[in-house]
């Protein structure tokens, strides 16, 4: 049974616009959060995190919100760049080791 | 810089063969992890280790084992591979309840 979702497995966005990626997590237990981003062929990469006593958390053009009260998060990149073409997963942990991935979302950055 | 590296990154092997999967992570991190990447279905985690000779199983341990022998080194075993255990494999070490760093990935074919 999947706690994280993300409902969106693709999203096509103009350069220069803003991509929003949504996920959704059904365990209350959850209080870290963050996103990866993934090229084809290489292994995740960092790129963003928050933790569940903030509701917002902002690294250059990257910004994540956190929405406990529905259980969701979303990623906002402004603006988007073709460099920013990649999969993108939500992933969350309750304060063990382990961390739960979504599906993730391939973003498309069209020129 | 965290690095973390997979013994390779192509493999095909044929069913029934034993095939080994090592992962060599350089900044002493008590915890590393095995998912597999499967499109859809995101990063499911197979083992995990938070300390020497210690494993725990994930959610699809069926299939899989692990040795950790030394702090920097996880191996994944398929013992008898079997066709559906084609796909990617991902290593990642962390520290603590830390940001989970990955290595590049195996791409492993079973005919």
């Known amino acids: 049974d999947q706690q994280v979702k993300q409902n969106s497995p693709s999203l096509s966005v103009q350069e220069g616009r803003i991509s929003i990626l949504n996920c959704d997590y059904t365990?209350?237990?959850?209080?870290?959060f963050l996103w990866y981003k993934k090229y084809p062929a290489e292994g995740p990469t960092f790129l963003i995190s928050i933790s569940s006593i903030k509701d917002k958390n902002e690294d250059g053009r990257f910004t994540v919100f956190l929405n406990k009260s529905a259980k969701h998060l979303s990623l906002h990149i402004v603006p988007s760049q073709p460099g920013d073409s990649a999969v993108y997963f939500c992933a969350a942990s309750a304060s063990d080791y382990k961390l739960s991935f979504g599906a993730g979302t391939t973003v498309t950055v069209r020129a | 810089d965290v690095k973390v590296t997979q013994s390779s990154r192509y493999l095909v092997k044929r069913t029934g063969e034993k095939v080994f999967l090592e992962c060599v992570q350089d900044?002493?991190?008590?915890?590393m992890f095995w998912y597999r990447q499967d499109p859809g279905l995101g990063l499911r985690l197979i083992y995990f280790s938070y300390d020497v000779k210690m494993k725990e199983k994930g959610d699809i341990p069926e299939g899989y084992s692990v040795s950790r022998e030394k702090k920097e080194r996880f191996s994944l075993i398929l013992e008898s591979a079997s066709t559906n255990q084609t796909s990617m494999y991902l290593c990642a070490s962390s520290s603590g309840v830390d940001t989970q760093y990955f290595g590049p990935g195996t791409r492993l074919t079973v005919l």
């Open positions: 900044m002493d991190h008590e915890n």
């Open positions: 365990n209350s237990m959850f209080d870290y």
